[in-house]
């Protein structure tokens, strides 16, 4: 979730000597929010986030019903720098769908998408926020600095795998097998509780389905287990339009657990549906590499080892030199 955990571990870094890139303390989690946060998990990272939601769906105009199911499953993978993290995510849907007399069991893979995400720019690499020895007023002042997101972009791939009957193309018409999908990703921290977090998507390009989708979730953290989130999410398509309004909170178990709880409806009747869910993301944080950033004015353990080799080679020309 974009929340306390992922906060408190970018705030530490204006105190320390070192920031620690992506990695942090605690797990950061994009759940149960459906926002992606900026920030990568870190370097050789995996981490599950899973889901189980309910879903009811009532569509006034056409007069059905449809109660059931969603299982969700997000991978993500920290490969090759800090900054990039591969993303691999699917939803099994299985409901009952009942229209008068009318009655069908349905199932099927609802969602399939592979991608990658890099951060482009990190307000906080490589700033260090001084406190002021000589004056309370200053240190909290307000600052402007906030309101300078974490930026990062995620590109990746719609895959149509079987047959899905939980989309809304109209009869004739059949989704393409892959259809591209690009996001735009900003993250603010403002003050020691709060991070909004903003995607926009353009996805299933180049397909009559295509749609341009955002997401706005705003986070308070409340101690350092509990947070709750607030979510506005917007789909604008030729085919299916809509809002949903969700919001939930989430629970830190340890550093590398956490479970989590939302519920979510949209602003249609046509169809109307409602999400209730519950979910758990864990981390496995053996194989990390720690990687230091260094401060302006400060010199890493690596630094120190290069000028000492520097210094031990010109001793040896200079000896060679005598």
């Known amino acids: 979730m974009k929340s306390l955990h992922t906060l408190f571990a970018l705030t530490f870094v204006s105190i320390c000597q070192f920031s620690y890139a992506q990695f942090t303390d605690e797990i950061n989690s994009n759940r149960p929010g459906k926002s992606m946060m900026a920030f990568a998990v870190g370097k050789k990272?995996?981490?599950?986030e899973t889901g189980f939601t309910y879903v009811s769906e009532d569509h006034n105009t056409l007069?059905?019903?449809?109660k059931g199911f969603v299982g969700e499953l997000a991978i993500r993978y920290g490969f090759l720098k800090e900054e990039l993290e591969i993303i691999g995510e699917i939803q099994y849907q299985k409901d009952n769908l009942t229209s008068?007399?009318?009655e069908e069991g349905r199932s099927g893979l609802k969602q399939l998408t592979l991608g990658a995400k890099y951060l482009i720019y990190d307000p906080f690499k490589n700033y260090e926020d001084k406190?002021?020895?000589y004056s309370w007023k200053a240190n909290h002042r307000f600052k402007w600095r906030q309101f300078i997101p974490a930026?990062?972009?995620y590109a990746g791939g719609n895959f149509n795998v079987g047959d899905n009957p939980f989309n809304y193309a109209p009869v004739g018409l059949e989704e393409p097998s892959f259809s591209p999908k690009v996001t735009a990703i900003a993250q603010n921290h403002f003050g020691s509780h709060w991070v909004l977090v903003t995607n926009l998507s353009y996805d299933k390009i180049g397909t009559d389905f295509a749609s341009i989708n955002y997401v706005v979730t705003l986070t308070r953290g409340f101690n350092a287990q509990w947070s709750g989130f607030i979510e506005n999410q917007g789909y604008m398509g030729d085919y299916y339009s809509d809002g949903i309004l969700r919001f939930g909170a989430a629970f830190?178990?340890?550093k590398n657990m956490q479970v989590d709880a939302s519920i979510g409806k949209n602003i249609k009747d046509t169809p109307g549906i409602l999400n209730a869910g519950i979910g758990f993301s864990w981390r496995f944080a053996d194989q990390y590499e720690e990687v230091q950033i260094a401060k302006p004015g400060t010199e890493t353990k690596t630094d120190k080892k290069m000028k000492k080799k520097g210094e031990k080679e010109a001793k040896k020309?200079?000896?060679?030199?005598e």
């Open 151 to 153: 930026f990062s972009m």
């Open 63 to 66: 007069n059905y019903q449809a």
């Open 131 to 133: 406190p002021n020895l």
């Open 100 to 102: 008068g007399s009318y």
């Open 45 to 48: 990272i995996i981490q599950t």
């Open 317 to 321: 020309r200079k000896d060679a030199v």
């Open 252 to 254: 830190l178990f340890d």
